[in-house]
Each structure stands twice: as structure tokens, then as C-alpha cells.
């Protein structure tokens, strides 16, 4: 089965994708993580789209589709979960025609619905253990007081380069201007389910289980 979770920066799509990961034999294909990664190693592509990322706006669609394209072959027993991909309408357009050709196709589009006071609350307050990933907030999950990872043990932590609001402020108009209009997109084609992103993150979970089903 492929999915895509859809949602504002915050939503959680990051969170429900890594519990859909372990729970259903999936496979997250995150085009954020896939430049963070880039950015990181210092690739070209990384050092190009580093400032763009920075500042909270979109890269190319060229570049995302890429890297998605270089995904798909891979063996993913219970399907794709595409997690912030895709962004734009070419985007959309082009996964469609990528998955046509490996012989199979979407299944759901999962819109996690979620107010944008709570998106920069969120935002502000995350960070994620250095070593694992694991996922921390400020309020909801503070790092432990001895600042060790309760995952791998790990005492570094770090938050993204674009977890501010001035970032936050330009992300949020791009998924306004460019992402929201898969939301009628998906709508049209039948695919659509809206799922509420400020539930329990269990909770949030099993609406998705449920439509998975
Ligand atoms: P994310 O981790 O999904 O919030 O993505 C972080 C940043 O990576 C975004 O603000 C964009 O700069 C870039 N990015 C990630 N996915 C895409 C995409 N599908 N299209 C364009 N830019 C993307």
C-alpha cells in the first residue's frame, strides 16, 4: 500500500510516518530528511539547496522528484509512505506518472488537519537526539533532566536550522501557496481522508490504521 501523509509543517507527519514504519512492514520516503542528509555530507545538491532550506522555502521540483525516483526501487514489502513529497502540483502530477511506470499506484493521501497556533507551538519546541533521532518537545517530552537519550543513550541533541519562526512564517505561506491545493487535487481523485493532526499522537495513529485497513 502507498500513502501520503499531507500536512502543514508540525502536523506530525514525520512522527505517524516512523510508528507506520515499524508497525506495518513501510517504508518512509521523506524528501526533507533525504536534504537534510545531502546538506549534512556536503553533497553539491546539499551545498545548492542549503540557504533554500535555511529559509524555509521550497527546493525544485527537479530536485525532490529526483530523489524520490531513485527511491522507488526499492523493496518495499508493505509500500511507500511519502512523508512531506509531494509539494507542488508537478510534483503530484510526477509521482502519479513514477508510480505508473513501476506498475502500481497511490492508494490514500492522509490530510492531518492541524490549527497553526499550535504548528509554531510545536515547531519552537522540538528537538531530536543526535545520535537516533529520536523525537523530543519541550513541553509534551522534555530531554531527560540527566540529558541522555532514552532510545540510544545518547547526549547530544540539536534542533533544525529552520525550527524558527521567521523560517516557520515561510514555510507555512509555502504550504498555503503551494502544498494545500493537493488537498482538492487528492480530493477529486477519490483518495482523500482527514485525519485530526492534534489528537493524542496513539490516537492519530489509529485513525491512520484505520484507514489503512
Ligand atoms: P520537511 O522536513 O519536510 O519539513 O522539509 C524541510 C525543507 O526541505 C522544506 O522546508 C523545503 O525547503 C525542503 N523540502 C522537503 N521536501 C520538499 C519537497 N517535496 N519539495 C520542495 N522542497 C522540499
New binding site residues.
Partial sequence: MNIILLGP?GAG??TQAKMLVDGHNMIQL????M??AAKTSGTKMGNK?AA??DA??????E??IGLISEQLDSDAAGGFIF??????LA?ADALGALLASKGTNLDHVIEMQVDDAALVSRITARSTCGSCEEGYNDVSKPIPLNRTCVKCGGTEFKR?A?DNEN?LKT?LM?YYKETSPLIGYYYAKEMLTSVDGLAEIDEVQSSISNVLV
Avoid at 524555509?56 to 521540483?61: A, H, I, K, M, R
Avoid at 512523508?83 to 507542488?88: A, K, M, S
Fill in positions: 509543517p507527519k514525520g521523506s524528501t526533507g530528511d536534504l537534510r539547496v533554500v532550506m524555509g522555502n521550497l527546493v525544485t521540483d530536485i525532490v512523508d512531506g513529497f509531494p509539494r507542488t510534483q533544525r529552520d523560517s514555510r509555502a
